[in-house]
């Protein structure tokens, strides 16, 4: 067990890849427990012309992953600006929770994870880091499913085929 990260050996590696390894989870699947929608916020000065935009939008500094801009259209993401030809946008997005509020199913497939990174370098043991991985894969599956289960689907709202043969 690591009860400090000020430790050395397995915590300061821990300390180091936590971080990226969290927010890269995070951005795997839009997870519901993680999702926010905020109209971003329009900049008063104009995007220079290279990037053939009308409109400049500061990020949320707390995004970890963009999924959706609405309304649907084209957009660029340079640095912490994204560019559009619209003046509103709705940003629905992933950013980063507290430990504490995560659900269960998603702190399981962390920690099988998280195991499947650190065994080799802890145990030295190969065979012990391609089992953690491997539960860590079947959970990453049971997390994604339990997660999608807490929303409807979004139906498909353009139908082109029958839109073709006039129905």
């Not at 397995?10 to 929608?37: R, T």
């Not at 709705?90 to 994870?113: D, G, I």
Request: hydrophobic content about 35%.
């Amino acid at each position: 067990p690591i009860s400090s990260f000020t430790e050395s050996g397995s915590a300061a590696l821990a300390e180091n890849l936590y971080d990226q390894f969290y927010e890269s989870q995070l951005s795997y699947h839009p997870w519901g427990f993680a999702l926010k929608q905020q109209k971003l916020n329009l900049l008063t000065e104009k995007p220079d012309t290279m990037t053939n935009y009308s409109h400049a939008f500061q990020l949320p500094t707390d995004l970890v992953f963009l999924w959706n801009i609405q309304p649907f259209g084209r957009y660029e993401i340079i640095g912490d600006l994204l560019y559009s030809n619209s003046n509103q946008l709705l940003a629905t997005y992933t950013h980063r929770v507290n430990e504490s509020q995560l659900p269960s199913y998603f702190v399981t497939m962390m920690q099988y994870k998280l195991a499947s990174e650190f065994a080799q370098t802890v145990t030295e043991n190969s065979g012990l880091a391609q089992l953690y991985e491997q539960k860590y894969r079947m959970e990453l599956g049971a997390a994604q499913a339990i997660d999608s289960k807490q929303r409807p689907q979004t139906g498909i709202l353009d139908q082109p085929y029958l839109q073709v043969r006039n129905y």
